[in-house]
């Protein structure tokens, strides 16, 4: 069992809606992550909290809104998102710096865009 | 952006048989991670190397931290029907320790019977 949580599991969502994913560890881990991952690539680097701050938005349309509440929680929330943003969305934390601790990831929330 | 080159890009081998697969970078990279990823799930840790030239074994798992620091090898002994699934190589985004870790496009491990 991974102890990175994400919720909900699977999401449909038509182009209207408004929806949130959630993470949550207990940890300790000062950083956290939003990944996307589409079938049979590698997952690409969204966004990066460090002490709860944003420190890193890798060019991510403003549809994907990204906040974190405390340490222990990292939502994603979505608006008016297209059909190609359907991928599997990944939660991951680490203790501190990538360069010494590695990012233990969550099992994702599969979103389809319809 | 930095690219690691992972090879190869699937893997068809027969239970029992050892795998070997590979990473490579143009650019230096202080840390080098190896995850595996099964279907439907996230990618799980399997093995962290921080320093050029270190060996580290998790099991049936071996990876190395070349000693250029711009390449990684993970071999797999004896492979069992559970060692299916996508592994991936990655590092830190810049090279040098930003937040962020950059993958490379994944070996697909398939084991026929």
């Known amino acids: 069992d991974t102890e990175v949580t994400q919720t909900p599991k699977h999401l449909v969502m038509g182009m209207t809606n408004k929806k949130s994913l959630k993470c949550e560890q207990h940890m300790g881990h000062r950083a956290m992550y939003w990944y996307k991952q589409k079938a049979k690539k590698p997952p690409e680097l969204m966004f990066v909290?460090?002490?709860?701050?944003?420190?890193i938005n890798e060019s991510v349309p403003s549809r994907f809104s990204p906040e974190c509440p405390n340490s222990s929680l990292l939502n994603l929330h979505l608006h008016a998102l297209q059909p190609e943003d359907s991928a599997l969305y990944l939660c991951a934390s680490s203790q501190d710096r990538v360069l010494n601790s590695p990012l233990h990831f969550g099992n994702g929330t599969r979103l389809t865009v319809t | 952006g930095q690219q690691l080159n992972q090879s190869p890009q699937s893997m068809f081998i027969q239970e029992g048989e050892d795998v070997s697969m590979n990473c490579t970078s143009s650019s230096i990279f202080n840390t080098w991670l190896w995850y595996k990823q099964d279907p439907g799930e996230g990618p799980v840790l399997l093995i962290a190397l921080y320093k050029a030239g270190e060996l580290t074994s998790n099991g049936r798992l071996t990876a190395q931290f070349g000693i250029t620091r711009k390449d990684s090898f993970l071999n797999i002994s004896a492979s069992i029907p559970s060692d299916v699934g996508i592994y991936f190589c990655?590092?830190?985004?810049?090279?040098?320790?930003?937040?962020?870790?950059?993958f490379g496009k994944g070996t697909h491990l398939i084991i026929q019977p």
């Open positions: 909290y460090s002490y709860e701050k944003l420190s």
């Open positions: 990655a590092g830190p985004l810049s090279g040098g320790g930003a937040d962020g870790l950059t």
